[in-house]
């Protein structure tokens, strides 16, 4: 029977707790048992780790976050306003696995510690905004497979990569089954998009017309800052254009040669309708501009 990671996460926690207690005597193995099958090495040491709890393996690492085990539906229902055929059908994934995500989305001063570590050549532009926390822009789906997400495995001895499409939208959903992690609507409080759009009834607010720095908005019951605008967020699958078949198991879709590669979340330039939690985009995986970006995930 598979483990019930959430419970036993924090069976491993009420354990741990006793072992400081001379008298608990079987309860130190006990623990020690639980803890074996649970913890993650970071930094190069052994720890018992829990949904919630976050960590950098490095100065110059991405912030990761824990989360959950759990299952959604992912895709839009008929019913959702400004749904795309592509969204659908709908149809449950269970992730019954413990994944840690970037809190952010990837920012430039992050790609330019591999820069200036040899690990990544291309050295990405940015429109005179600023660089340090903003997200690192102006990087293709290859670039960020080939340069930066090797560089940051090798740098910290843990296989890093792309988040899976069905990953992204249980991660962005964060326990709703609303068309934003916000609820049915949104509003440009809540992310950094184009405000003069509007979506299903929502408040007309900002445009920004510009990228701002990661974790400028609330994070989502995850702990996971601007799944919903500031800029795409290039998804390790293939595009395909609906959920036929799709895995139920949080894994990305097959392989296909010359496939263009999904991006999810919406950018600062688009409307909310983009924004939504089921959206999709797909461009070839050599394309950079100016409101594309990337997290990063590790399976634990």
């Excluded at 964060?174 to 299903?200: E, I, V, W």
């Amino acid at each position: 029977m598979p483990i019930d990671r959430p419970m036993a996460l924090a069976a491993c926690a009420a354990l741990l707790a006793q072992l400081a207690d001379p008298t608990t005597g079987l309860a130190q193995e006990a623990a020690r048992r639980v803890c074996d099958s649970l913890e993650t090495t970071i930094s190069g040491t052994a720890q018992c780790v829990r949904p919630g709890d976050t960590f950098k393996e490095c100065a110059d690492c991405p912030e990761m976050i824990v989360l959950p085990a759990g299952e959604f539906q992912m895709g839009s229902p008929e019913d959702e306003a400004g749904r795309s055929r592509i969204e659908g059908p709908v149809h449950r994934v269970r992730i019954d696995y413990t994944l840690a995500l970037g809190v952010y989305e990837v920012t430039f001063a992050e790609w330019d510690a591999c820069v200036a570590d040899g690990g990544c050549r291309h050295k990405p532009r940015d429109p005179g905004w600023g660089r340090g926390r903003r997200p690192v822009i102006n990087v293709s789906w290859d670039d960020a497979t080939t340069q930066y997400i090797p560089w940051l495995s090798q740098k910290t001895g843990q296989t890093y990569r792309l988040l899976s499409e069905a990953e992204w939208e249980y991660a962005a959903r964060a326990g709703t089954a609303t068309a934003f992690a916000t609820g049915r609507t949104m509003s440009s409080r809540d992310a950094n998009f184009d405000g003069t759009s509007t979506y299903d009834g929502g408040e007309k607010g900002e445009y920004r017309k510009r990228t701002l720095e990661v974790g400028s908005f609330a994070a989502n019951a995850f702990g996971l800052h601007d799944m919903h605008g500031n800029v795409w967020e290039w998804v390790q699958d293939c595009y395909f254009e609906s959920y036929d078949g799709a895995p139920a198991d949080g894994t990305a879709a097959p392989e296909a040669p010359g496939c263009q590669r999904v991006m999810r979340g919406g950018s600062w330039i688009d409307s909310p309708r983009v924004l939504r939690s089921a959206a999709r985009g797909y461009v070839p995986p050599n394309t950079r501009f100016i409101y594309r970006g990337f997290r990063v995930v590790r399976k634990l």
